[in-house]
């Protein structure tokens, strides 16, 4: 992790105002699609930065997919979508090795998951064998066929969305695989305001078919090592330790948070301080985003949930009871 390092450090040819120039134009890009989410855009692109995975769920329709293609299509960079069925195959994810007549060797076919952008579409309707394909991709970035490793582009991240499990033909994910998403988002449905100006945008066609590349592979690297050198105090690890260590503890909880979703909450919570035009996070960064990146991983006892409880309540419950660090030890030249 960088988080020691000092802000100071950051690049003069790279810095924060560059990020912010490139961040506002594809959050631009992307809201000319997607209408009156600011927030789910927001969460969408703190991920991209943060070197992250990104899980929408929702009902049918609220424009998750939409969300999804339209990140995807703001970069110019290699995109892959991949439609989640009952029949499909891990190899179609990955990639086969085929037997060339010719040479009479075996040839590596790379798979969908070989792309900058993957868009994994009702990621939750195939079954849990083809979704474990992902793990090796999505925490490692490469992937393993017959013995031999094979690198994953950079900047590489899967963008899936999935209908919620009690929708009919879904199977749920591995706790393994939603363990890898740093974060997961609900559209919710648009106000009415902003569903009146998507029927006048799509009436006669769709926005996604207008949107033009605003960044492109090389830029987003060059952000994303901006957003690694963001400094993070001592106490709003600390803080974020607390935090994560209050779900495994909690009484409403049979699964808490791994050690994977504490250092994803940092590496949030330094792409939120980078947007907000911070050199350094704050436990305000880390209070923010930790709904969005800790309830999808946690699971429910059995009593919490016959008293209609869910993880997103649980977490904030948790958020109002952990004790904030002292303001001046999160602020740079504190000790830590």
């Known amino acids: 992790m960088t988080t020691d390092t000092s802000p100071e450090a950051l690049p003069e040819d790279v810095g924060l105002d560059a990020l912010g120039v490139s961040a506002a134009r594809i959050r631009r890009a992307v809201e000319t699609v997607i209408e009156g989410k600011p927030d789910v855009v927001r969460l969408a692109l ?32 290699s995109v892959r979508r991949i ?11 990955t990639g086969v090795s085929v037997y060339n007549q010719e040479t009479r060797e075996f040839e590596f076919k790379p798979g969908a998951i070989f792309a900058n952008i993957v868009v994994g579409d009702e990621i939750n309707r195939a079954s849990p064998k083809t979704q474990s394909a992902l793990l090796e991709c999505m925490e490692e970035r490469q992937v393993t066929v017959d013995g031999t490793t094979y690198e994953l582009a950079a900047p590489f991240m899967v963008v899936a969305t999935q209908n919620p499990v009690e929708m009919e033909g879904t199977y749920p994910l591995p706790e393994a695989q939603r363990d890898r998403f740093m974060a997961r988002v609900s ?3 648009p106000d009415p305001d902003s569903e009146l100006a998507m029927l006048d945008s799509q009436s006669s066609g769709t926005p996604l078919a207008d ?11 060059g952000l994303i090592d901006v957003v690694k050198r963001i400094h993070v105090a001592e106490s709003v690890r600390r803080y974020a330790i607390a935090l994560v260590s209050a779900t495994r503890t909690s009484p409403d909880l049979r699964l808490g948070a791994s050690p994977r ?13 980078a947007l907000d035009d911070r050199q350094y996070a704050l436990p305000d960064d880390v209070q923010r985003l930790a709904v969005a ?3 999808h991983r946690l699971l429910l006892t059995a009593e919490a949930q016959i008293s209609r409880r869910t993880a997103a309540q649980v977490v904030a419950d948790l958020v109002a009871r952990t004790p904030l660090p002292d303001a001046r030890a999160s602020t740079p030249g504190s000790t830590g």
């Open 187 to 189: 559209m919710g449905y």
């Open 83 to 93: 439609q989640f069925t009952p029949d499909l195959l891990p190899s179609d994810v």
């Open 261 to 273: 979703a504490t250092l994803h909450l940092l590496r949030a919570a330094k792409a939120a301080a």
């Open 46 to 77: 703190t991920v991209l930065l943060a070197e992250g995975h990104l899980l929408i769920e929702d009902v049918p329709g609220v424009g998750k997919t939409m969300l999804a293609k339209s990140l995807a299509k703001a970069l110019d960079c």
């Open 211 to 221: 949107l033009t590349p605003v960044a492109d592979a090389q830029e987003i690297a």
């Open 293 to 295: 990146v800790l309830a």
